[in-house]
């Protein structure tokens, strides 16, 4: 099956720092990227969906200043979190999709803990 | 707006023995796909199985098998045969055919015991 993999796995930050979250897809070409948002014993919620080459486009709620999302190629996407607070603390899952209506891979996730 | 209902937070089956875990969801839509998927310790997503909501058969994979229920929007999930290694939190999901966007409900957690 398709491969996605995340970069970091796990990260610890201060309060007030930036934190960058990659998402590849490893053997095959992504069009469509999406980023959700675990919280513990929680359903995941999609934060956004990036289509390469455009803007992405955010859920209702999420903050497109804090959450920059950037898909500048088919097999990379990444998530950056701004000026990160402790309530920001959460697991992030990427999944990608050769297009938005195939089905999506999903990365392994990464663990973000701000201090 | 299309919702995703699981009722049970947590199930428990004993090894070689059959379960089965419910959804139900609520849309206007005609054309959407509903789909099952796994979320074991590793936190790795996996998908179990899909259903279109234009087929009227069953989805099955393996020991896994679904119970669509168009009118009743009803989606359930049994698993044949239990094994360990199906111990996981399963979460149902709903797209439409028109977006890509999937609903998940909150979960089902699931122990297999020996």
């Known amino acids: 099956g398709a491969v996605v993999s995340q970069h970091p796995s796990r990260v610890i930050c201060k309060s007030g720092t930036s934190v960058k979250i990659e998402c590849r897809s490893l053997?095959?070409?992504?069009?469509?990227m999406f980023w959700y948002r675990q919280f513990p014993k929680q359903s995941l919620m999609l934060m956004a969906t990036?289509?390469?080459?455009?803007?992405?486009?955010?859920e209702q709620g999420v903050e497109k200043d804090k959450f920059l999302i950037n898909h500048a190629s088919l097999t990379l996407s990444t998530l950056t979190v701004t000026s990160a607070h402790p309530e920001d603390s959460s697991f992030y899952i990427c999944?990608?999709?050769?297009?938005?209506?195939?089905?999506?891979?999903f990365g392994p996730g990464t663990r973000l803990t701000v201090l | 707006a299309q919702t995703v209902t699981q009722s049970q937070p947590e199930m428990s089956v004993q090894e070689a023995e059959t379960v089965t875990l419910s959804c139900t969801y609520d849309?206007?839509?005609?054309?959407?796909?509903l789909f099952w998927y796994k979320q074991p310790p590793s936190r790795q997503m996996i998908l179990v199985i899909r259903?279109?909501?234009?087929?009227?058969q069953n989805a099955t994979e393996n020991r896994f098998s679904v119970n669509f229920q168009k009118a009743a929007k009803s989606f359930s999930l049994k698993i044949s045969d239990s094994q360990l290694g199906d111990a996981a939190m399963y979460f149902c999901?709903?797209?439409?055919?028109?977006?890509?966007?999937?609903?998940f409900g909150t979960g089902t957690r699931l122990q297999v015991t020996l």
């Open positions: 999901a709903y797209r439409t055919g028109t977006a890509s966007k999937l609903t």
């Open positions: 990036s289509n390469e080459g455009s803007k992405a486009t955010y």
């Open positions: 053997d095959f070409q992504a069009t469509t």
């Open positions: 849309t206007s839509e005609s054309d959407y796909y």
């Open positions: 999944s990608a999709s050769v297009d938005p209506y195939n089905e999506q891979f």
């Open positions: 259903q279109e909501a234009y087929k009227q």
